[in-house]
């Protein structure tokens, strides 16, 4: 009996690669392998589980819609949340304007070029008074840079420096002209007057102006 489990131990051992075949021969087909793996189907593949085979697709997830839930700016500082901001205010006018007319104006007067165009004189029959064109609106004086001929030119300087000269001679008061059809844009058209006298009838009296609304009449000959 020693003997034939000692010659059967040793055919095992001799055919111990084959053995499990020749076990697995013997064994239900739905058992496992030694390995762990299941056992295959009839077309040779391995039997998926069943959970695997009723699971469902997984649905993509529905798109969230930010348009509304982007970020809200802050109100402005010192703002009630919804209220509108106070509307900044203009200033009316233009620089030497309504505002201009009045008396006992003062000033000491340059050519202008040399002021930054504050008090200074630009020519004949206008000037340059706090940071305000002012036109002398009752005459019209011979013009020294676009000048026809060089009489006109010449007495375009004079009327210039007369001017600054009688700004410069002390108070002066400025007042709308009325009764004629004065331009409402561009500079402030304004009549200045020295102890009820106007500054560009002077000048029309010493032959450096002419009246703006008279007859229209040439420096040349």
């Not at 051992?13 to 084959?18: A, G, I, L, S, V």
């Not at 087909?29 to 998926?48: D, F, L, M, T």
């Not at 649905?59 to 348009?67: F, I, M």
């Not at 410069?168 to 006298?197: D, H, I, W």
Request: charge should be positive; charged fraction near 20%; proline fraction near 10%.
């Amino acid at each position: 009996m020693a003997l034939v489990l000692v010659a059967g131990a040793i055919a095992a051992y001799d055919n111990r690669e084959k053995l499990p075949r020749m076990i697995a021969a013997y064994l239900p087909k739905n058992a496992h392998s030694p390995s762990g793996k299941p056992a295959e189907n009839g077309s040779g593949n391995a039997a998926a589980p069943r959970a695997n085979a009723d699971a469902k697709p997984a649905q993509p997830a529905k798109p969230v819609d930010r348009r509304d839930s982007g970020p809200v700016p802050p109100a402005p500082v010192g703002t009630a949340p919804g209220a509108s901001p106070a509307a900044v205010p203009v200033p009316g006018g233009r620089p030497g304007d309504a505002s201009s007319d009045g008396k006992d104006f003062t000033g000491k007067f340059y050519f202008c070029g040399t002021s930054g165009l504050d008090n200074c004189v630009v020519s004949g029959d206008s000037f340059w008074f706090r940071k305000g064109r002012i036109v002398l609106a009752d005459v019209v004086a011979p013009a020294t840079e676009d000048a026809k001929c060089q009489q006109e030119r010449d007495k375009g300087f004079a009327a210039k420096v007369r001017l600054r000269d009688l700004l410069n001679a002390g108070s002066f008061e400025f007042s709308q002209l009325k009764g004629q059809n004065v331009p409402t844009t561009g500079p402030a058209m304004r009549v200045v007057t020295r102890n009820g006298r106007s500054l560009g009838a002077t000048l029309v009296a010493e032959g450096l102006a002419r009246p703006r609304f008279g007859r229209q009449q040439f420096w040349c000959p």
